[in-house]
């Protein structure tokens, strides 16, 4: 197990910031702007995509996939393909009639920089844009599986996933939710990219099953984790470091994991969380320190 | 060259209500109502995929498959996508927003119907479906197929396609266009998954080269020709018949073909485009004869 010190160990750091700069290039290079009238939607994809953000998600696949000796390059692909579908997500939750939030990332949210219209199309061609990558042959040469990559992708942000879970929480607002509805709500909305980030990982490795689903339970139980830190952060974090507004969920009437349990059962749910994540990557060696080490990172994360 | 006659033939009218109604069943079996709270959404994407609608587009995955002798249910499935996305468009169009309509089809909006937020979520949740169901094993047991298809309509209905479009036909609503431009707009706007309908079929039956192209070539002429007369129709139409209001391009201030070319020069333009269609199915025998009347069929429409 390792100590929480590790949560900040230079490795981790080093990772985080390569892929966050890997994946700031991939995008670039797959929104390129142009001089065609309708470039104000590049313009806007790239708003959406490249101002900020952890790049948690591309992160997880390229730490996973290093665990099999994937090419980075296709990593990144994958990475990029994740983050915006992740995007995109961010960019209608904000919009007026979901979540009405002006901000994001500590900056105006795109409707606000630019308008609604936009916005509701800049969400809908990075989501396009998502199977658009993954179904190239770059992303892999077989065939197989650029397909389960595709299917994967499409399970976890769907009606059965992250939308899914998005409408839950909408429904949330008017109505109290016990905690196993917080969590099935929170594995639907954002537990499923998470498994999937890892996921993809193993299979563009062709992993065999056991490795494949040490890395969905690790991803199962962190996500889960982190949803519990966010709701924590939400009434303790502060806006300047978060980007976002102070108590927002409790305001909207949504039952969180704090409101639910109250902000110490929270903490030591996270801590729990966590420990289980770390314990299902026994099966790989030295080699998944870095998400490990990520594992502690999130418990203890202030942003 | 068919005369105006077969717009209406025997063999064209079984052929649509067919595939109508074997879209239908399709998309009522994807599309499974449950017991869980999200389960609105469900309702909400059958609202938007249920009601009505020509199914113009499976009936033309479905008839170009038919020439290459391809199981008409792999058609069906692909048939069952593309009309997701269509779907998913025209939700996400309706929105206040966007085009702010509150009829479609003759009934209300799925915004009016439901609220903008489940309106949003459910036209994100059909877009990502219809990427499942291609990618899906059913739909072809050759994963190169389903990649291409995937990666096909990925770009037809992506910033370089549809949306692409949809932006440029707002940004139409404030610039006046001249007539390459408007071309070009619908075009991406519904042009090219008119064209992905129709090399869809070619796809599944693994065409060669010179009958994929014609297909592609038919479906850009008759994608156009659709477009001019759908101009025709918001001018000369019958709102009980096409189930819109009247003169709405015209009072958001839009350049269509009509208000460049005028009425008569635009009904030429579409014969011109409908014939030319029905010359790229030269390469096909009388098996394409039910493409070549629904291109006059196209010409003749009321709705």
Known sequence: MPSPR?????????????????IKTTIETMLPLTDAPENKLVEAMRYATLEGGKRMRPFLVIECAKLFSVDVMRAKRVGAALE??????????????????????????????????????AGDALLTLAFEVIADAETHHDPYVRCELTSLLAKASGMGGMVGGQMLDLLGETQSFDIGQISRLHRMKTGMLMSFACEAGAVLGKADDSRRKALRNYAFDLGLAFQVTDDILDVEGDPAKTGKEKGKDAAAGKSTFVTTLGAEQARMRAEMLVHQAIRHLHVFDSRADVLRAFAMYVLERRA
Do not use: Q, W
Not at 10 to 21: D, F, I, W
Not at 91 to 116: F, Q
């Open 6 to 22: 590790e949560a900040s160990s230079p490795e981790l750091l080093s990772a985080l910031s390569e892929a966050a700069s890997g």
């Open 84 to 121: 915006f579908v992740h995007c995109y997500s961010l960019v209608h939750d904000d919009l007026p009639a979901m979540d009405d939030a002006d901000l994001r990332r500590g900056i105006p949210s795109l409707h606000k920089k630019y308008d609604e219209a936009t916005a509701i199309l």
